[in-house]
Protein backbone atom coordinates (compact mmCIF):
# COMPACT_ATOMS: atom_id res chain seq x y z
CA UNK A 1 0.00 0.00 0.00
CA UNK A 2 1.87 3.60 -0.73
CA UNK A 3 1.92 5.22 1.97
CA UNK A 4 3.43 9.13 3.31
CA UNK A 5 4.45 9.24 6.62
CA UNK A 6 5.66 12.77 8.29
CA UNK A 7 6.79 13.79 11.57
CA UNK A 8 6.78 15.14 13.88
CA UNK A 9 2.59 15.96 13.67
CA UNK A 10 3.54 19.67 15.05
CA UNK A 11 6.02 21.87 15.94
CA UNK A 12 6.65 25.32 17.64
CA UNK A 13 9.88 27.04 17.84
CA UNK A 14 10.79 31.04 18.06
CA UNK A 15 11.30 33.23 14.93
CA UNK A 16 14.66 32.99 13.91
CA UNK A 17 15.20 29.47 14.42
CA UNK A 18 15.81 26.63 11.97
CA UNK A 19 13.86 23.33 11.98
CA UNK A 20 13.87 20.00 10.01
CA UNK A 21 10.61 17.71 8.60
CA UNK A 22 10.74 14.47 8.14
CA UNK A 23 9.00 12.72 5.53
CA UNK A 24 9.02 8.67 4.94
CA UNK A 25 7.68 6.76 1.84
CA UNK A 26 6.58 3.49 0.32
CA UNK A 27 5.06 4.50 -3.15
CA UNK A 28 5.94 2.42 -5.74
CA UNK A 29 6.90 3.48 -8.88
CA UNK A 30 8.77 6.93 -7.57
CA UNK A 31 8.74 9.27 -9.98
CA UNK A 32 9.30 12.76 -7.85
CA UNK A 33 8.49 13.66 -4.57
CA UNK A 34 6.79 17.30 -3.41
CA UNK A 35 6.97 19.49 -0.19
CA UNK A 36 3.76 21.74 -0.23
CA UNK A 37 3.01 24.89 2.21
CA UNK A 38 -0.58 24.98 2.83
CA UNK A 39 -1.43 27.87 5.00
CA UNK A 40 -4.97 27.58 6.79
CA UNK A 41 -7.76 27.35 4.91
CA UNK A 42 -6.13 28.17 1.47
CA UNK A 43 -4.72 25.51 -1.40
CA UNK A 44 -1.44 24.21 -0.63
CA UNK A 45 1.18 25.68 -2.68
CA UNK A 46 4.22 23.89 -3.73
CA UNK A 47 7.98 24.66 -2.81
CA UNK A 48 10.00 22.07 -3.87
CA UNK A 49 9.79 19.01 -6.69
CA UNK A 50 12.54 16.51 -6.19
CA UNK A 51 13.10 13.39 -8.77
CA UNK A 52 15.15 10.63 -7.70
CA UNK A 53 17.88 11.33 -8.82
CA UNK A 54 18.11 15.05 -6.94
CA UNK A 55 19.52 14.94 -3.44
CA UNK A 56 19.02 18.50 -2.83
CA UNK A 57 16.57 21.00 -3.46
CA UNK A 58 16.80 24.72 -2.51
CA UNK A 59 13.79 27.38 -2.54
CA UNK A 60 15.37 30.51 -0.42
CA UNK A 61 15.31 29.95 3.42
CA UNK A 62 13.92 26.04 2.48
CA UNK A 63 15.66 23.10 1.65
CA UNK A 64 14.49 19.89 0.45
CA UNK A 65 17.05 16.70 0.53
CA UNK A 66 16.02 12.88 -0.92
CA UNK A 67 17.34 9.59 0.02
CA UNK A 68 15.79 7.77 -2.70
CA UNK A 69 17.43 4.25 -1.62
CA UNK A 70 15.82 5.13 2.29
CA UNK A 71 13.23 6.34 0.99
CA UNK A 72 13.31 9.55 3.42
CA UNK A 73 13.06 13.40 2.24
CA UNK A 74 13.90 16.23 4.80
CA UNK A 75 12.62 19.45 4.53
CA UNK A 76 14.71 22.01 5.88
CA UNK A 77 13.39 25.71 6.89
CA UNK A 78 16.37 27.93 7.72
CA UNK A 79 15.88 31.41 9.46
CA UNK A 80 11.94 31.21 10.50
CA UNK A 81 9.66 33.87 9.66
CA UNK A 82 5.90 34.15 11.68
CA UNK A 83 4.90 33.95 7.87
CA UNK A 84 6.50 30.24 8.09
CA UNK A 85 3.51 28.75 10.01
CA UNK A 86 1.64 26.67 8.21
CA UNK A 87 1.22 22.95 7.67
CA UNK A 88 3.72 21.57 5.27
CA UNK A 89 2.84 18.49 3.54
CA UNK A 90 5.11 15.60 1.82
CA UNK A 91 3.58 14.61 -1.30
CA UNK A 92 4.74 11.84 -3.38
CA UNK A 93 2.76 11.03 -7.04
CA UNK A 94 1.42 6.89 -7.25
CA UNK A 95 1.02 7.00 -11.04
CA UNK A 96 4.17 7.80 -13.52
CA UNK A 97 2.25 11.28 -14.44
CA UNK A 98 2.08 12.36 -11.30
CA UNK A 99 -1.75 13.48 -11.33
CA UNK A 100 -2.35 10.83 -8.68
CA UNK A 101 -1.06 12.30 -5.30
CA UNK A 102 -0.21 10.32 -2.08
CA UNK A 103 -0.28 12.88 1.06
CA UNK A 104 1.45 12.45 4.29
CA UNK A 105 -0.15 13.66 6.98
CA UNK A 106 1.56 16.96 7.08
CA UNK A 107 3.76 18.60 9.90
CA UNK A 108 1.66 21.54 11.10
CA UNK A 109 4.47 24.53 12.40
CA UNK A 110 4.32 27.21 14.17
CA UNK A 111 6.41 29.70 14.52
CA UNK A 112 6.17 32.15 17.68
CA UNK A 113 7.87 35.42 18.30
CA UNK B 1 -1.92 34.22 -15.58
CA UNK B 2 -4.78 33.67 -13.15
CA UNK B 3 -4.48 31.06 -10.78
CA UNK B 4 -6.65 27.88 -10.53
CA UNK B 5 -10.39 29.06 -9.11
CA UNK B 6 -13.36 27.46 -7.27
CA UNK B 7 -16.87 28.51 -7.28
CA UNK B 8 -18.59 28.60 -4.47
CA UNK B 9 -15.83 28.82 -1.84
CA UNK B 10 -18.21 27.68 1.00
CA UNK B 11 -21.43 25.83 0.82
CA UNK B 12 -23.83 24.98 3.66
CA UNK B 13 -26.18 21.24 3.07
CA UNK B 14 -28.37 19.42 4.31
CA UNK B 15 -27.94 15.44 4.63
CA UNK B 16 -29.70 13.71 1.73
CA UNK B 17 -28.86 16.88 -1.09
CA UNK B 18 -26.69 17.07 -3.59
CA UNK B 19 -24.04 19.63 -4.44
CA UNK B 20 -22.07 20.56 -7.13
CA UNK B 21 -18.63 22.12 -6.96
CA UNK B 22 -17.21 24.05 -9.66
CA UNK B 23 -13.22 24.68 -10.91
CA UNK B 24 -11.81 26.74 -13.67
CA UNK B 25 -8.08 24.91 -13.78
CA UNK B 26 -4.80 27.44 -14.92
CA UNK B 27 -5.31 28.93 -19.14
CA UNK B 28 -3.48 25.97 -20.96
CA UNK B 29 -4.17 23.03 -18.11
CA UNK B 30 -6.03 20.19 -19.08
CA UNK B 31 -5.69 17.76 -16.27
CA UNK B 32 -7.71 18.77 -13.15
CA UNK B 33 -7.80 16.85 -10.13
CA UNK B 34 -10.03 16.64 -7.11
CA UNK B 35 -8.97 16.25 -3.12
CA UNK B 36 -11.03 15.45 -0.29
CA UNK B 37 -9.31 17.25 2.88
CA UNK B 38 -10.85 16.06 6.52
CA UNK B 39 -9.14 17.09 9.72
CA UNK B 40 -9.13 13.26 10.51
CA UNK B 41 -7.86 11.42 6.89
CA UNK B 42 -6.04 14.58 5.38
CA UNK B 43 -5.68 14.69 1.87
CA UNK B 44 -6.79 11.89 -0.01
CA UNK B 45 -7.05 11.76 -3.68
CA UNK B 46 -10.88 11.62 -5.39
CA UNK B 47 -9.98 11.94 -9.32
CA UNK B 48 -8.45 13.44 -12.37
CA UNK B 49 -10.06 13.92 -15.74
CA UNK B 50 -7.38 15.13 -18.78
CA UNK B 51 -9.37 15.60 -22.61
CA UNK B 52 -12.71 15.26 -20.43
CA UNK B 53 -12.24 11.93 -19.32
CA UNK B 54 -11.62 10.50 -16.36
CA UNK B 55 -8.50 9.14 -16.12
CA UNK B 56 -7.36 7.90 -11.90
CA UNK B 57 -10.13 7.60 -9.57
CA UNK B 58 -9.35 7.03 -6.05
CA UNK B 59 -10.99 5.07 -3.30
CA UNK B 60 -14.60 6.84 -2.76
CA UNK B 61 -17.89 5.79 -3.06
CA UNK B 62 -19.48 6.38 -6.70
CA UNK B 63 -21.41 9.56 -4.45
CA UNK B 64 -18.74 11.20 -5.80
CA UNK B 65 -18.63 12.16 -9.25
CA UNK B 66 -17.16 14.39 -11.51
CA UNK B 67 -17.00 15.70 -15.29
CA UNK B 68 -14.37 17.61 -17.20
CA UNK B 69 -15.78 19.94 -20.35
CA UNK B 70 -13.66 20.96 -23.63
CA UNK B 71 -12.63 24.18 -22.23
CA UNK B 72 -11.17 22.32 -19.12
CA UNK B 73 -13.26 23.69 -16.67
CA UNK B 74 -14.25 20.73 -14.15
CA UNK B 75 -17.46 19.66 -11.66
CA UNK B 76 -17.43 17.55 -8.99
CA UNK B 77 -20.79 16.21 -7.59
CA UNK B 78 -21.97 14.59 -4.32
CA UNK B 79 -25.30 13.18 -4.20
CA UNK B 80 -26.98 12.23 -1.15
CA UNK B 81 -24.76 13.93 0.90
CA UNK B 82 -23.49 12.67 4.57
CA UNK B 83 -22.12 14.61 7.41
CA UNK B 84 -18.98 13.02 6.63
CA UNK B 85 -18.83 14.69 3.54
CA UNK B 86 -17.65 17.69 5.75
CA UNK B 87 -14.73 18.75 4.36
CA UNK B 88 -12.79 21.05 1.98
CA UNK B 89 -12.55 19.96 -1.45
CA UNK B 90 -9.79 21.30 -3.11
CA UNK B 91 -8.76 20.91 -7.12
CA UNK B 92 -5.73 21.32 -8.71
CA UNK B 93 -4.69 21.94 -12.27
CA UNK B 94 -1.17 20.70 -14.37
CA UNK B 95 -0.42 21.08 -18.15
CA UNK B 96 -1.11 17.64 -19.82
CA UNK B 97 1.03 14.73 -18.97
CA UNK B 98 3.14 12.70 -21.32
CA UNK B 99 6.63 10.73 -22.07
CA UNK B 100 6.77 10.00 -18.49
CA UNK B 101 7.00 13.59 -17.47
CA UNK B 102 5.22 14.48 -14.28
CA UNK B 103 4.20 18.13 -14.02
CA UNK B 104 3.56 20.16 -10.91
CA UNK B 105 -0.05 20.34 -9.92
CA UNK B 106 -1.47 24.14 -9.14
CA UNK B 107 -3.90 24.05 -6.47
CA UNK B 108 -7.01 26.48 -6.47
CA UNK B 109 -8.07 27.69 -2.58
CA UNK B 110 -10.77 24.97 -2.22
CA UNK B 111 -14.66 24.74 -1.26
CA UNK B 112 -15.34 24.30 1.97
CA UNK B 113 -18.47 22.12 2.33
CA UNK B 114 -20.29 22.05 5.61
CA UNK B 115 -23.37 18.73 5.71
CA UNK B 116 -26.20 19.77 8.35
Known sequence: KNQVEQSPQSLIILEGKNCTLQCNYTVSPFSNLRWYKQDTGRGPVSLTIMTFSENTKSNGRYTATLDADTKQSSLHITASQLSDSASYICVVPSDNAGNMLTFGGGTRLMVKP | ?116
Request: proline letters at 4%; aromatic letters at 12%.
Open chain 2, 1 to 116: KAGVTQTPRYLIKTRGQQVTLSCSPISGHRSVSWYQQTPGQGLQFLFEYFSETQRNKGNFPGRFSGRQFSNSRSEMNVSTLELGDSALYLCASSLASSGGISYEQYFGPGTRLTVT
